[in-house]
């Protein structure tokens, strides 16, 4: 243990750490309290700033894996190299007090992190974001064995954890009900970079974007949405809507329900059923394995009134995309069912309203028609999409509603992941 009132804390994530924002957020939190914190993780994307910056945080990043093209074999390497490597990591870095770890993966993160816990005396937490098996099951089956093993794991760890956090009230339900695991809900709330910004913050945003996105500027030098007058920066009247969407582009977003969405938004403009629908700019940030598959289906559609760009933004620039925005879109699908999409809290932290796709739990976060929409097909999407633009930027009608959810976002926006945090997750810490 250390000797004086801070611990030695390490944070671990068999994943991208720069693409795993709630575990950032778990490691600022830390250093903040004055904890020592080791983290260890891939390091294929920057961090947020104030995560790299953070004098009491220390990395130690896992090597990526090569890939071997059978896949059973692949699985079987890759288990064995990530097992050696976080081993060796855990071993160099300071002996922590305690260790947190996401899961997923379960395979081989918790199995590692809870031998080498119990053989130093650390105390072991885990963060449930999801279950590793229903992931795993999307590729495979539920009837698979490594299901069934990964099941496995994450029960005996689970079971025997020293304290765990999950992300739902029904995660929590279920974690207690199916496995006998007592967990305590720790909400994914926006941190402060993730507010409303002012038009000047906009437009200089914009410019900022239009360096790499031609299509985001007009000849003038300006904007497509908005423009200096007089030295005063005005929305542009006949700006295009802009919808945003992020993603990791795996298997449990299906994009082909946004891709449908927004060739009918075409096909209405095109066949003179909507002529009060403004062009749209459609940005769909993130990384991915499928982000190649679904890029080469949209210059396949060659829109004329809809454009979509894929952007992969600094970790600052992307809350300004989030509040340039009109609408949101979260396709988030949750394998379990039972976890909610930080993409949807990033964007309520915005003030930007959200059309989320239906699960079971997710009226833990989006209300339809009261801060958000919930759709469940590309039919309901398309017409949300359509309602939202029609007589854009005009219709009185609309700007009610919208007027409406931001009333309600801005109650939402009371409590972010600072206060959250220290309410729920501090006390496991102290």
């Not at 930080?342 to 833990?364: I, N, R």
Request: charged share 20%; aromatic share 10%; net charge neutral.
């Amino acid at each position: 243990m250390s000797s004086d009132n801070s611990k030695n804390v390490c944070v671990v994530v068999l994943g991208d750490l720069g693409r795993s924002p709630r575990m950032q957020y778990h490691a600022l939190s830390l250093a903040e309290m004055g904890q020592k914190v080791d983290v260890i993780a891939y390091g294929e994307t920057e961090p947020m700033e104030e995560v790299k910056t953070a004098p009491l945080l220390y990395y130690h990043y896992l090597l990526p894996c090569p890939n071997i093209p059978i896949k059973i074999v692949n699985y079987a390497f890759k288990t064995v190299w990530q097992t050696l490597n976080l081993l060796f990591l855990l071993i160099i870095a300071r002996n922590p007090d305690m260790l947190i770890v996401q899961n997923p993966p379960a395979v081989p993160a918790l199995l590692v992190c809870w031998m080498f816990c119990r053989i130093i005396g650390s105390k072991l937490v885990i963060d449930w974001h999801n279950y590793g098996h229903t992931i795993l099951a999307m590729s495979l089956s539920n009837s698979n064995l490594l299901v069934h093993m990964t099941k496995m794991v994450e029960r005996f760890v689970g079971r025997r954890a020293d304290y765990n956090f999950c992300v739902t009230k029904a995660m929590r339900h279920d974690l207690a009900t199916t496995w006998n695991i007592i967990a305590n809900t720790l909400y994914d709330k926006p941190p402060l970079r993730f507010k409303p910004i002012s038009l000047k913050e906009k437009h200089e945003f914009l410019l900022e974007l239009g360096k790499a996105y031609k299509e985001v500027l007009c000849t003038d030098g300006s904007t497509v949405f908005t423009t200096l007058v007089d030295e005063n920066i005005q929305l542009r009247p006949d700006r295009p809507g802009m919808l945003v969407s992020s993603t990791s582009w795996t298997e449990d977003e299906d994009f082909s329900i946004l891709l449908s969405a927004l060739q009918d938004y075409e096909d209405h403009i095109i066949n003179g059923n909507s002529s009060s629908l403004p062009n749209l700019m459609c940005f769909i940030t993130g990384k991915g394995h499928l982000k190649n598959y679904y890029c080469n289906l949209i210059k396949e559609r060659n829109w004329h009134h809809v454009t979509v760009i894929t952007p992969w933004l600094e970790p600052h620039h992307y809350p300004l995309m989030l509040a340039s925005a009109d609408l949101g879109v979260s396709l988030h699908m949750s394998s379990s069912g039972l976890d909610l999409p930080m993409k949807v809290v990033d964007m309520f932290g915005c003030g930007l309203p959200v059309c989320a796709y239906y699960f079971k739990c997710l009226y833990e976060l989006v209300e339809h028609e009261k801060n958000g929409y919930i759709f469940m097909n590309s039919d309901e999407l398309g017409k949300q999409i359509q309602n939202w633009f029609t007589r854009f930027p005009n219709n009185e009608e609309q700007k009610e509603i919208e007027r409406k959810f931001k009333t309600a976002l801005e109650a939402y926006q009371k409590c972010r992941w600072r206060e959250n945090w220290n309410m729920i997750a501090a006390p496991v810490f102290k």
